[in-house]
C-alpha cells in the first residue's frame, strides 16, 4: 500500500478552499480519502462582476489565505497540489497580475481555468460510481460566478456548457432573462432524448440545502422538499437566515439564488429529485492530479 496527500487550492467567486486528501494506492484500486477542507470566505466575485478587477484589499486578503494554505500544506506532507481559479478571476482585467502577485508572495502558481474545463473535471470524476449506472443525470455545479451543467448517461458524460450565471452575479443583479433563456433551451434540447433524468447537485449551497432538509444521506431530495425550503429561506430576512438557520454570513444571502438555479433546471430538465454527492471541483482535482502527477510541493 502507498499513500500520499494531495491538495487541491479552489479559487472560487464566493470563496476559497483548500482541500488536502490521501491518495491510497493497492493492487487492486486507488481510494481517495478526505483529510482535511479549509473554507476561506474571500468574495473576489463582488469585485470582479461590479468593478471588473481584484481590488488591493481583496488581493491582500487573497494572498493571506494562500499563505495559511502553503502552511497546512507543510504541516500535512503534501506531496502534489493544483491551484485553479475560476469565473472571478477569469473576468477580472487584472488577473494575470493577481496570479504573479500571489506566485511571489507565497510561491503558489495559480492556473486560471475556462468553463469547460471546470465541468469536465468535475463530471469526469466519476461522480455517479455510487449510484446506478445507467440513470441519466444533469449534474448541476452551482458556483458564485458560473454554472456548470454536464448530461451524464450510463456514468459516461455526453455533453457540458458553462453559463455566467452564479449566486455572486444574481445578487447582485447582473444576469439578464436572457441567460436564463440560455440556460433552458439548452436543458430541454439536451436532456430531450432521455425517458427520465435525475439531477445531481454540487457546491456548498446544495450541500446545506440538503442537511437543512434532514434526509438520510445518500437520498434524493425531491423537488417538492427543496421548493419549501426555498420559500422559506426567502420568507426571513437576511439576519433571521443567520439565527434560525445556523447560516455563515456570506451564505445566508446567496442561498437563496442557488437554490433558485436547481429548481429551475429540475423544471427545465423534468427532474423530480436531486442527489446531492458532496462532491466538487476540488474532489475533482484531486483525481485530476493523480492521473497527471503534477505540481509537486
Given at each position: 500500500m502507498k499513500i500520499k496527500k494531495f491538495a487541491?487550492?479552489?479559487?472560487?467567486?464566493?470563496?476559497?478552499?483548500?482541500?488536502?486528501?490521501?491518495?491510497?494506492?493497492?493492487?487492486?484500486?486507488?481510494?481517495?480519502?478526505?483529510?482535511?477542507?479549509v473554507r476561506a470566505p474571500i468574495r473576489l466575485g463582488e469585485d470582479s462582476f461590479t468593478l471588473g478587477e481584484i481590488s488591493k484589499k481583496s488581493l491582500k486578503r487573497m494572498i493571506r489565505a494562500m499563505k495559511a494554505f502553503k502552511l497546512l500544506m507543510k504541516v500535512h506532507g503534501v506531496s502534489h497540489y493544483q491551484a485553479y481559479a475560476t469565473s472571478a478571476l477569469r473576468e477580472?482585467?487584472?488577473?494575470s497580475d493577481v496570479v504573479e502577485s500571489v506566485k511571489k508572495m507565497t510561491g503558489i502558481k495559480i492556473e486560471i481555468i475556462d468553463g469547460r474545463k471546470e465541468a469536465e473535471i468535475i463530471s469526469?470524476?466519476?461522480?455517479?460510481?455510487?449510484?446506478?449506472?445507467?440513470?441519466?443525470?444533469?449534474?448541476?455545479?452551482?458556483?458564485?460566478?458560473s454554472t456548470e451543467?454536464?448530461?451524464?448517461?450510463?456514468?459516461?458524460?455526453?455533453?457540458?456548457?458553462?453559463?455566467?450565471?452564479?449566486?455572486?452575479?444574481l445578487i447582485n443583479n447582473l444576469v439578464d432573462d436572457r441567460i436564463w433563456e440560455a440556460i433552458k433551451n439548452w436543458i430541454i434540447k439536451n436532456a430531450k432524448p432521455y425517458h427520465k433524468i435525475t439531477l445531481m447537485g454540487s457546491g456548498g449551497n446544495i450541500n446545506k440545502l440538503f442537511k437543512l432538509s434532514n434526509i438520510k444521506e445518500g437520498k434524493p431530495l425531491s423537488v417538492i422538499k427543496l421548493n419549501q425550503i426555498f420559500l422559506e429561506l426567502e420568507s426571513l430576512s437576511y439576519e433571521d437566515r443567520i439565527v434560525k438557520f445556523e447560516l455563515n454570513p456570506?451564505?445566508?444571502?446567496?442561498?437563496?439564488?442557488?437554490?433558485?438555479?436547481?429548481?429551475?433546471?429540475?423544471?427545465?430538465?423534468?427532474?423530480?429529485?436531486i442527489?446531492?454527492?458532496?462532491?466538487?471541483?476540488?474532489d475533482g482535482m484531486i483525481k485530476y492530479m493523480h492521473k497527471n502527477k503534477r505540481k509537486k510541493v
Open positions: 487541491a487550492i479552489d479559487i472560487g467567486s464566493n470563496a476559497m478552499r483548500l482541500l488536502i486528501s490521501n491518495v491510497i494506492e493497492t493492487k487492486e484500486a486507488v481510494h481517495f480519502q478526505k483529510n482535511a477542507l477580472a482585467n487584472n488577473s469526469n470524476s466519476k461522480i455517479s460510481d455510487f449510484l446506478n449506472t445507467q440513470k441519466t443525470f444533469l449534474f448541476v455545479d452551482v458556483g458564485g460566478g451543467f454536464t448530461i451524464i448517461n450510463e456514468g459516461k458524460r455526453v455533453c457540458s456548457k458553462s453559463f455566467k450565471i452564479g449566486t455572486v452575479r456570506d451564505r445566508a444571502d446567496v442561498i437563496i439564488p442557488a437554490a433558485r438555479i436547481y429548481l429551475k433546471a429540475l423544471e427545465w430538465s423534468g427532474g423530480q429529485r442527489y446531492v454527492p458532496k462532491f466538487g471541483l476540488s
